[in-house]
């Protein structure tokens, strides 16, 4: 990241601390685009840029107000010279603490030792890779002067913070519930990071859900309907819904769905701190099954919360037109003829499901992430945010194969009241039925179109939250 600097601004030779001003004086002069012996938040940002250091806004941002002391909206050069001295004592700690066995460098067993503290687990041949990006003289190794260079503009203040892009998921949604919610740093909830973050992700999955909208009616219908004939499929299902309702009702009951995001995500993301704080240890850090243990319940509060929603966007899915005439006439008719209790129709068997789903998609997860770093990860850990994607919504497709049959009950249990001649059923009573008239098969029914929107999902969830992140500032992990 820093090639520039180690090539030409901070050479091997000018690491001395007598030859330091000079070598912060370079680095400021090539800041000070217009020379007025000042450098304010523009200058820095685009002299970054050029510099081939983007670092964000949150983090550019948060070096200027750290180095301004004044407070005057600019940095001279003795508050520019000082904030390097102070970040570089701050680098220099982080440093002893990686190199174990105090020999000047670091080396790959080291920071595989490092991590593991960290709660996370990673092979050598992954350290390696975090060397390598560091790495400026090929020796596998990482010096002082390495580290110190390779992180001068970075303003992580720890060695948590140095870390933790190389565990770092995705809060994107591709469509289906994120079984364990991102992980926040201190300083990222504290600068608006965090909430950021997840407005980006959650815009990009509001735009991702109404582009795959159509596939996931579909799939209710095929759900709550194919049953019936036994011979709904895509393109018959389709051409049902547009005759019933035309091109617009192929979205009926998305609004619901984007509406939901918002709250479901404030709710799981509070909802796993609080778990985490409950299952680890003041100053501990959590481990896979800690955050497997927090993910799931955090889903199944958030699910609780929110279940209102789901089964008042089945409701309106499988309506037909003029049944209900928006989300408010769907929830006042569910109320008046059923009661409150209908509002929780199919909780027990979406419950249940979380358990499989999130431990499945978890490990899946996991297991494809590392299987990339240690397989096609070049120069750098960071596998960035259309690798995460991928490894997501692969572990969302295994995880919803084995839960995917309480899925179905769930949805069928919502939908029985609008459902002419259908009986209520509970749960044991729906598989029952469906095992004797349908067979297994008949547990998957509608997963085809489920699958379809996979792709199209990952891809416009990638473009829109690459541009909300840059549009917001986020920083780059």
Not at 96 to 117: C, F, M
Not at 394 to 403: D, I, K, N, V
Request: hydrophobic content about 40%.
């Amino acid at each position: 990241m820093l090639r520039w600097l180690r090539g030409f601004v901070l050479p091997a030779a000018a690491c001395q601390d007598a030859e330091r001003p000079t070598r912060y004086e370079t680095l400021f002069q090539q800041l000070d685009r217009n020379r007025d012996g000042v450098i304010d938040i523009g200058e820095l940002q685009e002299g970054l840029r050029n510099l081939g250091i983007p670092l964000g806004q949150d983090a550019e941002e948060k070096i200027f107000t750290t180095g301004d002391i004044n407070k005057d909206g600019k940095l001279d050069f003795e508050e520019f010279m000082k904030y390097l001295k102070d970040h570089e004592k701050k680098m220099k700690l982080a440093f002893k603490s990686l190199d174990k066995n105090n020999d000047g460098k670091i080396e790959a067993s080291e920071i595989v030792q490092s991590l593991k503290i960290l709660g996370l687990n990673i092979s050598e041949q992954q350290a390696k890779l975090i060397l390598q990006s560091i790495d400026s003289n090929g020796t596998l190794t990482v010096d002082w002067n390495e580290w110190r260079d390779y992180f001068l503009f970075n303003p992580v203040t720890d060695i948590e913070g140095i870390i933790r892009f190389w565990k770092h998921s995705t809060g994107i949604d591709i469509g289906d519930s994120l079984t364990i919610p991102d992980e926040f740093t201190e300083e990222e909830i504290k600068s608006g990071q965090w909430w950021r973050q997840l407005l980006a992700g959650g815009i990009a999955g509001a735009v991702s859900r109404t582009s795959t909208a159509p596939l996931d009616r579909l799939k209710v219908m095929m759900q709550v309907h194919g049953s019936k004939s036994g011979k709904m499929n895509i393109y018959g299902g389709f051409r049902q819904m547009v005759k019933e309702g035309g091109i617009r009702s192929l979205w009926r009951g998305n609004g619901t769905n984007v509406i939901k995001i918002a709250p479901e995500t404030a709710v799981k993301f509070w909802a796993y701190e609080q778990y985490k704080k409950l299952l680890t240890e003041e100053g501990q850090k959590i481990g896979t099954t800690e955050r497997f243990i927090s993910g799931s319940m955090a889903g199944a509060t958030a699910q609780t919360f929110i279940y209102p929603m789901e089964v008042l966007k089945t409701r309106l899915a499988v309506g037909k037109t003029g049944q209900y005439s928006g989300l408010f006439d769907c929830a006042k008719k569910i109320v008046k003829y059923e009661g409150m209790g209908a509002f929780y129709k199919g909780y027990i068997p979406n419950l249940l499901g979380i358990i499989p789903y999130a431990g499945i998609d978890l490990a899946v997860y996991e297991l494809l992430k590392s299987h990339w770093l240690d397989n096609f990860a070049k120069d750098s850990v960071n596998p960035g945010v259309m690798v995460l994607l991928g490894c997501g919504a692969l572990s969302s497709t295994c995880g919803q194969l084995a839960s995917y049959p309480l899925a179905l009950v769930r949805t069928r249990m919502q939908a029985q009241a609008v459902v002419e001649g259908t009986p209520q059923l509970n749960m044991v009573g729906l598989f029952r039925r469906i095992i004797s008239k349908e067979g297994i098969p008949g547990l998957y029914r509608g997963i085809t179109p489920n699958f379809m929107k996979v792709l199209p999902a990952v891809g416009i969830s990638y473009v829109v939250y690459e541009n909300m992140k840059e549009t917001l500032g986020v920083t780059q992990k």
